[in-house]
């Protein structure tokens, strides 16, 4: 069966948090994921998820703090926002479907709506199936 | 006829003339240029045949204007870069794409379609193609791709400008001078600077980095304060990650910038970094307040991001990269 590839840039206050309560919980996540630590969502620059696309990647995730207050840097997660925002219009336009690019926001606590997150991701990209075909 | 003069070739590609004008409209420099030079090809002056060129053992100076279109484009392209000492890509088209290069990923059989099916098309074309044939004249097929000469070779001497501004068609006059007397410019000198156009334009804001985008108004909804940035009217803007050395041209005529000069230096996809800048400024201050929604509705404004973040650099964005690998794979 296809397995995608999904990168995830986790924000380290957060969404990382939150994948590591989940292995201290012992809930499983899906191996497709390749999570990547970021400081913030708001590190995370467009060019950088295109990259993960053009080295393989069939989806990425980008998880961060919940709006409106929990960034760690006031508003990195509203500059995450509108980036992907434009970003998904962008690649509509491209033909690439937007729905390869997820955004979540997911507390440091949220171990669970991570792993339904993951899980419910890699569901949607193995129905896309892989982004070079 | 031959001389001993150096030999110059100037080459189009898929152009529009517009760059052939910006280098005839310097005038007496060129004038003088050229009797130094001896012109053995240029469609819009002289008969040029692609048997001349093939012929020629050596050219000394080719300047080769437009993107790579079509075959006949590319073989020249290829050519030029085999039998000429000093290769000038000039102009947007010629270095980036520019305009033709929004094609880049439209099937070449569409795009025929549409040319034969939309009214811009002169009527009886098709018959005056047909004759042309029947004397053994052929329109050189399209290429699979649109891109500039600077992919496909590598420039000695990039110009780039949609057409280039006079300053810079000057200064390659004087380059191809002092080539005359047997200097050479380092390779890949591009003729423009590599800061961005922000850092010249007479309106500046004093703290750029505190720039705040308070709205999104596409040209017709606003009527723009002459002496106020683009972006702090709401206007998009790309001079942040343009090059200058245009003088500002747009800026000048009340229009913001479309960045015909191509991305500052180290910025090698205008789009994404201007979509990253872009999300940073964009209601900074409004971000709590309005909500993701209210951000989402007011984001919504840009229709069409590609045809504005890449207006003169498609060909040479990431997401076209992507775009032809999947479609190879
Ligand atoms: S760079 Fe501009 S002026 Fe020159 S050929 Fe291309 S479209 Fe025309
Ligand atoms: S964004 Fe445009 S108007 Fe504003 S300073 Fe830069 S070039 Fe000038
Ligand atoms: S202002 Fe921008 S679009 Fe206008 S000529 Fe200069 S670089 Fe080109
Ligand atoms: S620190 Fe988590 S999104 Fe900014």
Not at chain 2, 40 to 66: C, F, N, P
């Amino acid at each position: 069966m296809y397995e995608p590839k999904i990168i995830a840039f986790l924000c380290r206050w957060c969404a990382s948090a939150a994948a590591d309560l989940a292995g201290v919980s012992r809930l499983s996540y899906p191996a497709n994921i390749i999570p990547i630590v970021v400081p913030c969502s708001g590190r995370v620059d467009p060019r950088a998820i295109i990259e993960a696309f053009l080295n393989g990647a069939d989806g990425v995730l980008i998880g961060g703090c919940h709006t409106p207050n929990d960034c760690h840097y006031i508003s990195g997660n509203f500059k995450a926002f509108k980036r992907i925002h434009i970003l998904k219009k962008l690649l509509k336009q491209f033909g690439i479907e937007p729905e390869r690019i997820r955004l979540e926001w997911i507390s440091a606590t949220e171990a669970t709506k991570l792993v339904q997150v993951t899980k419910d991701f890699v569901e949607t990209i193995r129905k896309l199936g892989p982004l070079a075909r | 006829m031959s001389s001993n003069k150096p030999k110059l070739a100037i080459v189009y590609g898929s152009v529009c003339g517009g760059c052939d004008v910006s280098l005839v409209n310097v005038g007496e420099p060129l004038a003088d240029l050229l009797t130094n030079y001896d012109v053995i090809y240029w469609s819009i002056a002289l008969d040029g045949k692609l048997h001349t060129l093939e012929k020629l053992e050596r050219i000394d100076v080719a300047i080769y204007m437009g993107p790579i279109r079509t075959e006949l484009n590319m073989k020249l392209a290829k050519l030029i870069r085999e039998k000429a000492d000093l290769v000038v890509a000039y102009g947007t088209c010629a270095v980036y794409g520019g305009i033709p290069g929004l094609g880049a990923l439209i099937k070449p059989s569409t795009l025929v379609e549409t040319m034969k099916s939309t009214v811009t098309t002169t009527p009886g074309s098709e018959k005056v193609v047909k004759s042309m044939e029947k004397e053994g004249l052929k329109i050189p097929p399209l290429t699979n791709q649109c891109l500039p000469l600077s992919v496909v070779v590598e420039p000695d001497v990039l110009v780039p400008g949609c057409p280039p501004a006079v300053e810079n068609v000057e200064k390659l006059i004087d380059i191809l001078k002092k080539y005359l007397r047997g200097e050479k410019p380092v390779k890949g000198l591009m003729l423009a600077e590599p800061r961005s156009l922000c850092e010249e334009c007479p309106r500046r804001p004093k703290d750029m980095s505190k720039l705040v985008i308070p709205n999104i108004y596409r040209l017709h909804e606003a009527v723009p304060k002459e002496d106020k940035c683009f972006l702090e009217q709401g206007i998009l803007c790309l001079g942040p990650i343009t090059r200058a050395g245009c003088g500002h041209r747009c800026i000048k005529a009340n229009m913001p910038c479309a960045g015909c000069m191509g991305p500052v230096q180290r910025v090698d996809d205008v789009g994404l970094k201007f979509l990253s800048s872009l999300a940073s400024a964009l209601l900074a201050d409004k971000e709590k307040e309005l909500g993701e929604e209210g951000l989402a509705k007011l984001l919504d404004k840009i229709v069409d991001p590609q045809g504005l973040f890449y207006r003169y650099t498609l060909p040479t964005s990431y997401l076209t990269k992507l775009v032809l690998k999947r479609l190879r794979k």
